[in-house]
């Protein structure tokens, strides 16, 4: 069964860092791509990294994707961050034969099978 769990959210000032997870089962981070996605309260959701190598503008020099193979599990390290970054974030799995990261858009929700239920992030003073 294929899950995705993400953790290490939680309330930091302006200018903190986070590392977020995404524990995965029932396959391998070595064979599919993670994306990960944040939704701010009364807005749409938003892509925020594709893969090891994309990022959203917003998000760019701040953000850094990870995997960790041994333990199953990717990561998103948020640095300097804003208040603007406040949102929950989710991890979702690329469907195989999507496009890669970078030949096409990098967020579409149809290019993504599984999703995790998200862990909130706070950005205030």
């Known amino acids: 069964q294929v899950q995705l769990v993400e953790s290490g959210g939680g309330l930091v000032p302006p200018g903190g860092s986070l590392r977020l997870s995404c524990e995965a089962s029932?396959?391998?981070?070595?064979?599919?791509?993670i994306g990960w996605f944040r939704q701010a309260p009364g807005k749409e959701r938003e892509g925020v990294s594709c893969?090891?190598?994309y990022y959203a503008d917003s998000v760019k020099g701040r953000f850094t994707f990870s995997r960790d193979f041994a333990t199953n599990t990717a990561y998103l390290q948020m640095n300097n961050l804003k208040p603007e970054d406040t949102a929950t974030y989710y991890c979702?799995?690329?469907?195989?034969?999507?496009?890669?990261?970078?030949?096409?858009?990098?967020?579409?929700?149809?290019?993504?099978?599984?999703w995790g239920r998200g862990t909130p992030v706070t950005v205030s003073s």
């Open positions: 893969g090891r190598r």
């Open positions: 979702a799995r690329r469907r195989s034969g999507s496009p890669d990261c970078g030949a096409g858009p990098n967020w579409q929700s149809s290019d993504y099978d599984y």
């Open positions: 029932g396959f391998t981070l070595d064979q599919y791509v």
